[in-house]
């Protein structure tokens, strides 16, 4: 257990639909990233917040958005879902920087049907 | 702008034998590396850095070493085991970024057979 809880970690839904991501970071971590792994597209950078404030933004699309809340803990919301949208999800949290690495969750694999 | 390149996709060796896993990454400001394993239905875990002041930092059967003037860092096993076979994620960063954040390669699948 890395201590970065991840839920659900699986889940299906339609195209068109619309799901939230959670993501708690380890105990004491200010920093949440969010990523998404497409088959053979490695681990793409959606967004970063930093105790409640985004912080930076990678290549995440204007149908995905995402929040941390004063308890720290990250939602990733996903709406108007398409087929490529399926793919792994993780979330990562550090202190405050990366300066020691992340410690990743086990990821929310979505599955758009 | 894929800073962190790993031209691997994938790598097979037999057991015993050393595996040897390239990256290159292009942003100059980069001053530490890692890399991470990740296994199936699992997130990526931790393997091993080694910052910019180092050429080679070892721990156990894994050795990164990175070649600065290249711009090139490679991740060696010896010797490779079965349960090394995962795909291996190498990553750069700069500490002094006020984002903080890492970049990533694409990832090489390493399979280990016995």
């Known amino acids: 257990d890395s201590g970065v809880t991840q839920t659900p970690k699986h889940l299906i839904t339609a195209t068109g639909q619309r799901v939230t991501l959670r993501c708690s970071p380890r105990s004491g971590d200010l920093s949440v990233y969010w990523y998404q792994q497409s088959l053979d597209q490695g681990l793409q950078f959606l967004i970063q917040?930093?105790?409640?404030?985004?912080?930076a933004k990678g290549n995440i699309l204007e149908r995905f958005s995402a929040q941390q809340f004063p308890d720290l803990h990250s939602e990733l919301n996903l709406s108007s879902l398409e087929l490529g949208d399926s793919a792994l999800y993780f979330c990562?949290?550090?202190?405050?920087?990366?300066?020691?690495?992340?410690?990743f969750g086990s990821g929310t694999r979505l599955t758009v049907v | 702008d894929q800073q962190v390149k790993q031209n691997s996709p994938s790598l097979s060796v037999q057991e015993g034998r050393i595996s040897i896993l390239n990256c290159d990454y292009t942003?100059?400001?980069?001053?530490?590396f890692l890399w991470y394993k990740k296994y199936p239905a699992e997130g990526p875990t931790f393997l091993i850095s080694?910052?910019?002041?180092?050429d080679k930092n070892e721990d156990g059967r894994f050795t990164v070493f990175l070649n600065k003037s290249a711009k090139h860092l490679s991740l060696h096993i010896v010797p490779s085991q079965p349960g090394d076979s995962a795909v291996y994620f190498c990553a750069g960063g700069d500490r002094g970024s006020t984002l903080g954040r890492l970049y990533f390669g694409r990832g090489t699948q390493l399979t280990v057979w016995p």
């Open positions: 990562a949290s550090t202190p405050d920087t990366a300066r020691y690495g992340y410690t």
């Open positions: 080694i910052s910019s002041i180092k």
């Open positions: 942003n100059s400001m980069f001053d530490y």
């Open positions: 917040y930093y105790n409640g404030e985004e912080r």
